[in-house]
C-alpha cells in the first residue's frame, strides 16, 4: 500500500483537529475528481512499516489531536491493510477516533458482512461516503466534495441498523 | 576656515529645507505608498490622510533635528533602534489607556464642549461608551480599552430593567409593594409575584441590550474621527461577569458580533477579547461557560475574540476574586499594564506611555556565525545588546521628562474627568508626573527568529540549543527592564513589540547594508518578537509550547497565534481544543488566525477559492474581499491596505490544514 499525502493535522476532514492520511488507489474514476493522480496504486511512497511507526508516534505525541482521517483514493481499495493500520494505531492510541472517507455507498459495504471492506468499516467511528458527483459540487459543505455524501455516525448505524447521519 | 564652515552649515541647512520639502511633495502626490500605507486602519491616499500626514511627518522630522537625544537618533539612523510614534514625541502625548468606564458612567462627565449625565439605560450607557472611547483617543496616540465592560455595564441593565418592570405593572395592572422586593433580573420571586411584568421586562430589556451593542460595535466601526478616516484603535474585555445583567451583556455582544455590520460584514473594531477564568467560564459547571463557547463559536466566525488567560500565574498573581479591575485584561494589540510599583496594581485608569523596539537581527548579522566564523560572538553580541538597551532606556526616560512636565489640560479629556487615575485631582496647569510615573516605559524587541538564524545558523524553533539561547537572551533583556525599574523607580517593562509599519523597515535597510541572507533578510519582512516564523511548519501544540515561556518573559505584553486553514467555523471543536491547550500552557493573550473571505457579489462568508461557492462569482470578475489580521488589528481587504512586507508576511503563512 502507498500513502500519496499526510497532513499532521487538519481541521477539514473531520470533526476536531485529525491527523490525514491518503492512501493511494481508486477505481471509482468520479468525473471531475480533485486529485485523479491518486488513482493510481503506486502513486506516492510505500507506506512502510517505518512510516507508519513514525506517523503513529507523531500522533501519539500531539497533544491536539482528536483523531485520525483515511483518505485517498479510496482506502476500501486497501482494505486489509488499512485495517492493520488502524489495529496498529489503536495500541497506541486505544480512544483515537477513526474517520474514513470512501467511494462506496455505505449500505453496499454493510451489505456484505464477509468482506474485507466491512471490517474496515467497522474498526471506523464515522465514514463519509458516496462518489464525487461534478453535479452536486457544494465547497462550502462541511467536510464534503458534493451534497450526495453523506457523514455516516458507524457505531450508532451498527447498533440501531439505521443510517445515522451526524 | 570660515568659508568651510559656512558653506557646510548652509549646505546642512539646504539639506533639512530639501527634506520638508519632499516630504509635502510625497504626501500631496502619493508617491510614497509605503509611508502612506505604513498604517492598515489609515487611508493615507485620502485628503484627511494626507492633511494628517503632513502633521506627523513634519512632526517626525521635527523630533529628529530638534529633539531626540544625539545617541537615539544615531541608533535610529542606523537602524538599531525604534522610536514608536516618534511624531508624538516633541508634544509629550502618551500611548495607550485602560477607561474606567464604571467611573465615568457613573459620575457623568463632560466632553469640553459639553457635559453629559449619568445614564439611566442600557442603551444609553453603550451610546456613551462610543462617546468617551472617542474623546479618549484624542487625548493620546495609541489604543483605548476597556479592561471589563461587562462589570462596567451591568447596572445599566438592572436601570433598563427596573424601568421597564415598571411599565409593565402600568400595562398588566399588577400590583407592587416596593418594601419587600427588588426589581432585578436575578430577583426569581419577581417571575412568580408578577409574573407578566416580569417576563415582560425581561424581553424588553433583552431586545434593548441587543440594539444597544449593535450600535456599540456600528459605532466604533464608523466613528472616523482621526485624521485620515481612522477610527479610535478600541479593545473591549469582558467574559467574567456572572451577574444575570453581566450575562446579558457578554450575550448581546456575542450576537450582535455575529451578525456583523450593516451588510453582515465582519467588524474590524472593537478588537474583543474573552476573559478566561478557571471557575468562572471554562468549564460545564462554571457560570459563564455557555458564554465561552458562544465566545469561541464567535471567533470562528470573525476572528474575536481573542482570548486572554487570567489563570496564568503571572496574571494569577495580581487577581482578587472581589474586584474586577484586577483581571487581567489586554490592549486588543497585546499591551499589558497590570503591576504598577507605585501600588496601583489594577488595569483601569492607567496605560503604556512610550516604546522604543530593538532590532535584534543586525546585532545577530554583526556577531554570529552568518559572517562566517565558526563560533559566535556572544560576548560582543551580549555587550552591544546593554549598549543599545541603555540607548533605547534613555529614549523612553528622554521622553517621559517631556511627558511628564506636560500641564493636565494639554491631555484635556484625559485628566480632567480622570479617565487617567488622579488627573481629576490637578489643575489645568498642574504637571501631569504624579499620575503619569503609574504607567510603563517599555522595551521592545523584533526579530527574534531571524536574529537566532543569524547567530547560530538555525532558529528557535529548529533547535532545542538555539532554543535555550533564544529564551536567555530574552530573559536578560527582562532582566534589564526589572533592574533598570528599581534603579529609576518606575515601571520599566519588556514588551513582545506590535510591528505594524516596523515589520518591513528594518528588514529594507538591513538588507541594503548586508544583502540578502538566507532566512535572515530574503524576506521583506522580520518576525514579530519571538515568534516562531510564520513560515516554518510545525504542529499547533508545538508552536504553542514553543512560544509559551516567552509570555512570562514579556511583562508588558505578549500575543501568540496559531494559523488554521479551512473553514473553522463547520469545525468549532478543534478551535475550542486550541484554545484550551494554549491556556493550559500558560500563554497570556492567545487567537487564532484564520481566514475569512467574503464574496463581493452575494456576501457570502467563508473560504472562497477563485469562485464563490454560493453564487459562482469569479475573482476576476468581482474582487473579493478577504479579511486578515495585522498587529492585532482586523483589516478590511489586506491587499489594498497592507503595506508590502505585511502583504508577504501572510502570503507566508503556513497554515494548520
Known amino acids: 500500500m502507498n500513502i500519496c499525502g499526510y497532513y499532521p493535522e487538519s481541521i477539514n476532514e473531520g470533526d476536531g483537529l485529525r491527523a490525514v492520511i491518503f492512501l493511494s488507489g481508486c477505481r471509482h474514476r468520479c468525473s471531475g475528481c480533485f486529485n485523479p493522480e491518486t488513482w493510481n496504486f503506486n502513486y506516492g511512497e510505500p507506506f512502510t512499516e517505518h512510516r507508519q511507526q513514525e506517523i503513529i508516534n507523531e500522533m501519539a505525541n500531539n497533544p491536539l489531536l482528536d483523531g485520525m482521517t483515511l483518505a485517498g483514493g479510496d482506502p476500501f481499495f486497501s482494505a486489509d491493510e488499512a485495517a492493520d493500520f488502524i489495529d496498529k494505531v489503536r495500541i497506541s492510541l486505544p480512544n483515537f477516533s477513526v474517520w474514513i472517507y470512501t467511494g462506496y455507498m455505505y449500505e453496499d459495504i454493510m451489505a456484505h458482512m464477509d468482506s474485507a471492506e466491512y471490517r474496515l468499516l467497522q474498526k471506523c467511528q464515522v465514514v463519509i461516503d458516496g462518489p464525487f458527483i461534478e453535479s452536486l459540487k457544494n465547497t462550502s459543505l462541511p467536510y464534503r466534495g458534493s451534497s450526495n455524501q453523506r457523514i455516516i455516525d458507524i457505531q450508532a448505524n451498527l447498533r440501531h441498523d439505521v443510517a445515522t447521519l451526524l | ?212 451593542a449593535e450600535s456599540l460595535i456600528h459605532n466604533l466601526n464608523t466613528m472616523s474621527s482621526r485624521a485620515g478616516g481612522q477610527i479610535p484603535f478600541t479593545s473591549i474585555n469582558y467574559g467574567t461577569c456572572t451577574s444575570p445583567e453581566g450575562q446579558m451583556i457578554i450575550d448581546s455582544i456575542l450576537s450582535t458580533t455575529m451578525n456583523g455590520l450593516g451588510s453582515g460584514e465582519t467588524p474590524v473594531f472593537p ?35 481573542n482570548f486572554a488567560n487570567l489563570d496564568a500565574p503571572f496574571n494569577l498573581q495580581y487577581y482578587d476574586p472581589t474586584d474586577p479591575n484586577t483581571e487581567f485584561a489586554t490592549m486588543g494589540c497585546r499591551t499589558r499594564v497590570l503591576a504598577d510599583r507605585h501600588g496601583r496594581n489594577h488595569l483601569s485608569g492607567k496605560g503604556n506611555l512610550s516604546f522604543n523596539t530593538i532590532n535584534l537581527v543586525k546585532l545577530g548579522i ?68 504624579e499620575c503619569l510615573k503609574h504607567g510603563s516605559l517599555s522595551i521592545g524587541f523584533i526579530g527574534l527568529a531571524e536574529c537566532m538564524k543569524a547567530m547560530y545558523g538555525r532558529h528557535h524553533a529548529e533547535s532545542d540549543d538555539v532554543y535555550n539561547k533564544a529564551l536567555s537572551l530574552i530573559a536578560s533583556m527582562r532582566r534589564y527592564c526589572d533592574e533598570k525599574s528599581e534603579e529609576h523607580d518606575l515601571n520599566i517593562t519588556l514588551i513582545a513589540t506590535p510591528a505594524e509599519g516596523l515589520s518591513g523597515k528594518f528588514t529594507k535597510k538591513d538588507r541594503e547594508v548586508f544583502g540578502s541572507i538566507s532566512g535572515v533578510t530574503d524576506r521583506d519582512y522580520y518576525t514579530n518578537s519571538f515568534h516562531v516564523p510564520v ?42 481544543r486550541i484554545v484550551q491547550y494554549a491556556l493550559s500552557q500558560n500563554i497570556s493573550y492567545f487567537s487564532i488566525n484564520h481566514p475569512i473571505d467574503r464574496c463581493g457579489t452575494c456576501h457570502y462568508e467563508g473560504i472562497i477559492g477563485d469562485t464563490c461557492p454560493q453564487c459562482g462569482t469569479n475573482e476576476a470578475d468581482v474582487p473579493m474581499h478577504r479579511l486578515r489580521r495585522v498587529t492585532g488589528y482586523l483589516t478590511g481587504d489586506y491587499q489594498t491596505r497592507f503595506n508590502a512586507a505585511k502583504q508577504a508576511e501572510v502570503r507566508d503563512r503556513v497554515k494548520h490544514k
Request: proline residues 4%; hydrophobic residues 35%.
Open chain 2, 1 to 212: 576656515m570660515v568659508l568651510m564652515e559656512s558653506r557646510s552649515y548652509v549646505s546642512e541647512t539646504e539639506k533639512m529645507l530639501r527634506e520638508v520639502s519632499s516630504l509635502g511633495h510625497d504626501i500631496s502626490e502619493s508617491l510614497n505608498v509605503e509611508m502612506l500605507r505604513e498604517n492598515a486602519n489609515l487611508n493615507g491616499e485620502s485628503f484627511s490622510g494626507k492633511i494628517g500626514k503632513f502633521g506627523s511627518e513634519y512632526a517626525k522630522w521635527y523630533a529628529r533635528y530638534y529633539i531626540l537625544p544625539e545617541q537615539l537618533m544615531a541608533a535610529v539612523d542606523h537602524n538599531d533602534l525604534y522610536v514608536h510614534d516618534l511624531d508624538q514625541y516633541a508634544v509629550g502625548s502618551t500611548n495607550c489607556i485602560f477607561i474606567p468606564f464604571d467611573k465615568l458612567l457613573s459620575r457623568g462627565f463632560s466632553t469640553g464642549s459639553g457635559s453629559v449625565r449619568p445614564p439611566q439605560s442600557i442603551s444609553s450607557a453603550m451610546a456613551l461608551v462610543a462617546i468617551i472611547f472617542q474623546c479618549q483617543q484624542n487625548s493620546q496616540y495609541g489604543g483605548v480599552s476597556g479592561s471589563k465592560l461587562d462589570h462596567d455595564l451591568a447596572p445599566y441593565v438592572a436601570k433598563s430593567f427596573a424601568k421597564h418592570f415598571h411599565k409593565g405593572l402600568h400595562y398588566f395592572n399588577e400590583s407592587f409593594l416596593t418594601e419587600d422586593q427588588d426589581i432585578t433580573l436575578g430577583n426569581l420571586k419577581l417571575s412568580s409575584s408578577h409574573p407578566s411584568s416580569y417576563s415582560f421586562a425581561m424581553q424588553e430589556t433583552k431586545t434593548e441590550c441587543l440594539q444597544a
Open chain 2, 271 to 305: 478588537i474583543q477579547i474573552f476573559k478566561c477564568k478557571r471557575g468562572v467560564n471554562q468549564s460545564p459547571e462554571d457560570p459563564n461557560y455557555v458564554l465561552f463557547l458562544k465566545a469561541i463559536e464567535c471567533s470562528t466566525k470573525r476572528l474575536y475574540p
Open chain 2, 366 to 433: 554583526k556577531h554570529g556565525v552568518v559572517n562566517g566564523s565558526t563560533i559566535p560572538n556572544e560576548l560582543g553580541f551580549y555587550r552591544d545588546l546593554h549598549h543599545f538597551l541603555d540607548i533605547a532606556l534613555d529614549g523612553l526616560l528622554h521622553r517621559y521628562n517631556i511627558q511628564a512636565r506636560q500641564p493636565a489640560k494639554a491631555s484635556d479629556f484625559m485628566m480632567r474627568e480622570g479617565v487617567w487615575e488622579g488627573g481629576e485631582l490637578l489643575a489645568p496647569e498642574e504637571s501631569v508626573e
Open chain 2, 535 to 576: 513560515y516554518h511548519n510545525l504542529p499547533a501544540a508545538r508552536k504553542i509550547a514553543l512560544e509559551a515561556p516567552f509570555h512570562e518573559l514579556c511583562n508588558a505584553g505578549a500575543i501568540s497565534y496559531v494559523e488554521l486553514d479551512g473553514n473553522v467555523r463547520s469545525n468549532q471543536k478543534a478551535f475550542l
